[in-house]
């Protein structure tokens, strides 16, 4: 059994990840070491920030507990509101602006492969698969 204070186990410690301009923080509380077969974290999204993402090798399942913001599909143009009780998926690697709104967002996501724990976006909002 895995239990995870994310105030005691998770911030503070290399599981704590932030964005390189500010953007947000990802709290990584299950990583692919754990064997769980997903990683689940909790992210924070800033207030009135703008991150470019597009997770190629990973897909991603997300859960708005607090906040608001948006997300814009690249592809389609469509944008959609997201606020506490919004769960967005892309399940098609889409690739996507996320908004921070008018307050701090707070999400809880779910990564398929799992995450090691030592991805960070490059230049073009992807995470990199990697495998050990």
């Known amino acids: ?24 923080t990802s709290r990584r509380m299950l990583l692919k070491s754990d064997g769980m077969g997903f990683a689940f974290n909790e992210t924070i999204i ?3 920030t703008k991150t470019h993402i597009h997770y190629q090798n990973h897909l ?5 507990v607090a906040g608001n913001g948006k997300i814009e ?3 389609t143009g469509i944008t959609h509101d997201i606020y506490d009780g919004v769960m967005y998926a892309l ?16 999400l ?6 799992p995450l090691t724990g030592r991805e960070h976006h490059d230049e073009n909002g992807v995470y990199p698969l990697i495998e050990d």
Do not use: S
């Open 108 to 113: 809880i996501c779910v990564f398929n492969p």
């Open 46 to 48: 800033k207030a009135g």
């Open 1 to 24: 059994m895995i239990v995870t204070d994310i105030n005691k186990d998770i911030i503070g410690t290399d599981r704590e990840v932030h964005a390189e301009g500010g953007q947000w």
């Open 60 to 64: 991603e399942a997300v859960y708005c």
């Open 91 to 106: 399940n098609n690697h889409d690739e996507h602006y996320l908004y921070g709104g008018t307050e701090d967002m707070r």
């Open 73 to 75: 599909d690249l592809k």
